[in-house]
């Protein structure tokens, strides 16, 4: 997969791989201080290829092979760095697969271009983490402009939460009120997820307008879903939202 680069107009330069085929575009969202050498979005990326279909892959500003401050990264600037590559590499429709925070996103994105977005694929999806994954305690350490350092259990080093990140985070929560999106959404979540809780996918999909939601529980799945036998669930979904 060859790295390419897309410029934005304040300088921000995004990388992305890009494959063309058969529409919709597959774009896939990674989670938080996660990139699109992921396990999952390699998977994709090689499923897209066997299969004909288009695909995009790509790193958020300050992730992966993008260059810029990890600190400096929200959601919204996410999602607009999304947008910007969906108009610029996808002439049709795309579906979106967010994995964890990627599933927050999709769903900021699909809000901000929904006429661009043929279905969304959420993993283990965390809409609204920065409301229910913090402690009263760090709440407040964040809404006094601190960093919150957690434990990770997937790296050597503490997870960093940013005021900017959690700040604007707060202005973008979607649970609890209608989600103004009709097209169909499909969600997989383990049901040993440490970190996300599987209820939250019964939450997103009640609050979804859709009427074309479907759910899928792995009972011994955790929150990565990145074992081989997680990857064939995610791929027989994206197969089967192709027919």
Known sequence: MTTTFHDLPDGRRI???H????EPTLVFLPGYMSDMAGSKASAVFDWAAAQGRACLLLDYSGCGESPGDFAEGTLTRWRDEVAALIEAQCPGKAVLI???MGGWLMLLVALAMPERIAALVGIAAAPDFTAWGFSDEQQAELLAGETVFEENAYG???TPTFPRF???GQAQLLLGRDIALTCPVRLLHGQCDPDVPWQLSLDLAAALRSADVQVTLIKDG???LSRDAD???LLDTLSALAR
């Open 15 to 17: 990388a992305y791989r």
């Open 19 to 22: 494959r063309v085929g058969t």
């Open 98 to 100: 967010g994995s964890s």
């Open 156 to 158: 050597p080093q503490p």
């Open 166 to 168: 959690w700040n604007d």
């Open 222 to 224: 955790d929150h990565r």
């Open 231 to 233: 990857i064939a669930v």
